[in-house]
Nanobody, 117 residues
Framework: QVQLVESGGGLVQAGGSLRLSCSAS????????MAWFRQAPGKEREFVAA????????TYADSVKGRFTISRGNDKNMVYLQMNSLKPEDSGVYYC??????????WGQGTQVTVSS
């Protein structure tokens, strides 16, 4: 059974930083892309960032480019999202997702990020 567990969310002031982690287990994820999405209250879930299995290719939403960095751990079942210069509009529930191509089939339960102004 595939399980994705996110951690690292919390409350931070605008301009601050947070680092989210996602641990994937339950099967071999070789070749998969790992991604982060987020959903703010009353809004649709949106793409944030993705990284290929090899780690040699990353993609970011325009709204987070230059502020967020996605990376994989030496254990390739871990993915991280370093979030700097946070803004109130970055608030929401952040989800880790895994798959070959979108729409990804595996999702975590999410971790709450709240950025106060």
């Amino acid at each position: 059974q595939v399980q994705l567990v996110e951690s690292g969310g919390g409350l931070v002031q605008a301009g601050g930083s947070l680092r989210l982690s996602c641990s994937a287990s339950g099967r071999t994820f070789s070749g998969y892309t790992m991604a982060w999405f987020r959903q703010a209250p009353g809004k649709e879930r949106e793409f944030v960032a993705a990284i290929r299995w090899s780690g040699d290719s990353t993609t970011y939403a325009d709204s987070v480019k230059g502020r967020f960095t996605i990376s994989r751990g030496n254990d390739k079942n871990m993915v991280y999202l370093q979030m700097n210069s946070l803004k109130p509009e970055d608030s929401g529930v952040y989800y880790c997702s895994v798959g070959y191509t979108p729409p990804y089939p595996y999702w975590g339960q999410g971790t709450q990020v709240t950025v106060s102004s």
